[in-house]
């Protein structure tokens, strides 16, 4: 039978190394994955061997993340320091099949580490913010929290169609962004954060008056 055969090629000392990884390729495309099938995955992890990484990289995508998630399996591993890494790959990789899912798993990890906002927000990089509202607010709570890892990252590009999905979270964004940028201001006792668009803002205008001009 097609389980009994994915058993003996991922699991029988005899099956080259290569042959399993021909396995574990098409284990990653599965778009409905079955009990007995991970059953199968699960005993090589446990096994640590040397195709245990390979076993990460074939449960990274959307339809794994789902069945994992929903087994609470990718929660349980986020709870346990050697696990915590693959199983922020497995979100990063599969959180577009259930974005909601992924942003409560992630939440609940910055719950319980006070330096996981680094690794949230580096899951985040790989998300868009118009396809959930758990995501969305996940970010505003990063924005909101000030934590310093934030200023070296380029978040609006996870933004780019906000304008058009979700105009309303357009605005919270740009509000956030603004009480962040302010209260770096006042720790940095900065008296007008503005200040360097003084002299930019009349010519920005100006310009906008000559482009419309010619256009009539």
Not at 24 to 33: H, K, M, N, S, Y
Not at 47 to 73: D, H, N, Q, T, Y
Not at 99 to 119: F, I, Q
Not at 158 to 167: N, W
Request: proline share 6%.
């Amino acid at each position: 039978t097609y389980i009994a055969d994915v058993r003996y090629l991922l699991l029988d000392p005899s099956v080259r190394f290569h042959i399993r990884e021909v396995v574990l390729g098409w284990l990653a495309t599965v778009e409905d994955p079955m009990e007995a099938e991970w059953e199968a995955l699960d005993e090589l992890l446990q096994a640590a061997g040397p195709v245990a990484p390979r076993v990460w990289a074939a449960i990274s995508g959307p339809a794994w993340f789902a069945f994992l998630a929903k087994k609470g399996l990718i929660h349980r591993w986020l709870a346990d320091e050697a696990t915590a890494r693959p199983a922020l790959d497995i979100i990063a990789a599969g959180q577009s099949a259930s974005p909601d899912v992924a942003a409560k798993l992630l939440a609940g990890y910055r719950e319980r580490s006070p330096d996981a906002t680094n690794d949230v927000a580096d899951v985040l990089q790989r998300s868009n913010l118009a396809d959930s509202r758990e995501t969305f607010d996940l970010f505003l709570a990063l924005l909101e929290s000030d934590d310093p890892s934030l200023g070296y990252r380029d978040f609006f590009f996870l933004a780019h169609d906000l304008h058009e999905k979700q105009p309303a979270w357009g605005c919270e964004l740009i509000g956030a962004y603004l009480r962040n940028r302010l209260r770096a201001a006042d720790a940095a006792e900065v008296v007008n954060p503005f200040g360097f668009a003084e002299p930019i803002i009349p010519r920005q205008l100006h310009v906008h008056s000559l482009v419309d001009g010619s256009a009539r």
